[in-house]
């Protein structure tokens, strides 16, 4: 997805691997309806949540899909985060963060369990550290599982970029643009802004992995008004985001001494239910289609491949995310 200003992170990448984001499909979760707003209601959506704080679970599954079609290889993460509002920002927490590749085992990160980093409000989303919403890239280097198994390369920036996804749905989607076009322009049912990220470029380096000249500029990106939702028994205002036209080239270093350049272009969409009375977001659907080509010198040829990613986030309570497993 992408932050104030600029980006979405391509995600994931792999040698010979042609990396591509889906956005498949806007995902619908269960549990929720939709409800008939009154005829010419209007609507308050500050982007500015009260000081309650929310707990999440958010899971991103990745499929690989061949040049003929065929779905090859599986992978799944699963974040579980709190976050809460404190002078100057957010302070976040992960719980606990699973990976699993294909049917085997799902593995905790051990690196990421009870990691705590605050969230920060910057215009361009980016710090001091060129660092994505100042969180630490280096958490993101060397990562092992449970079992001390280090994580292949391209899941590795999968696991950052699910940190990523979850501050574009919740604190960029649903934050205020200043001065507009963002989430407090939109009214009445059908309302729609071009969003204050559109044509915008970002940075997608991670430490040594992805180099610092790899950027991601933003088609025109969209947010739409489009009814109201209850999920869990909260009325919810229901959103709809589109990324438009986006593009993307990265240098990745998947071992030392080795460059590999990916190009390609991405276009995601999906749903956001942003709470009427708290204005925290309490769900969001998510799908992407990205298509790349990959070279190197190392490689004879270019290879050209394709990603799907669908993303569920929901909110959930104290006891769920303490339970988290």
Known sequence: MFVPKAMRLPAPLRVGAFTIFLLAAALVSPGHSRVAPAKDETFVLTGVPDASGQ?????TRVTHI??????????????WIQIAPVPGG????????????????AVALPALEGWSYGFRHLR?????????????????????????APLPFDASYAVFNAFVDFHSLGQVFCAPGTPGHGIQDLHRIGDRVVHFAAHSE???HLGTLADTGSTFLNGEATLMLKGTSVVAGTRCALLAFDSGESSFHMTVHPAPNMDIF??????????????????????????????????????????????????A???ITRDEFEAAK
């Not at 927490?93 to 049917?103: I, K, V």
């Not at 989303?125 to 060397?142: A, P, W």
């Open 55 to 59: 707990r999440y679970r958010m899971t």
């Open 66 to 79: 061949e040049p003929d079609g065929q779905r090859k290889r599986r992978e799944t993460y699963t974040l």
């Open 90 to 105: 957010d302070s976040v927490t992960c719980r606990r963060f699973l990976f699993q590749s294909g049917d085997g085992p």
């Open 124 to 148: 361009t989303g980016v710090d001091q550290k060129r660092q994505i919403f100042g969180i630490d890239q280096g958490r993101f280097e060397n990562m092992v599982d449970e079992k001390g």
């Open 202 to 204: 970002a940075p997608v």
């Open 262 to 311: 990916v190009v390609g272009g991405s276009h995601y969409w999906g749903e956001l239910y942003v709470d009427l009375a708290t204005q925290w977001l309490r769900r969001a659907t998510m799908g992407e289609v990205v298509v790349s080509e990959t070279s190197g010198a190392v490689m004879p040829d270019k290879i050209h491949g394709v990603i799907e990613r669908q993303i």
């Open 313 to 315: 986030l929901e909110s």
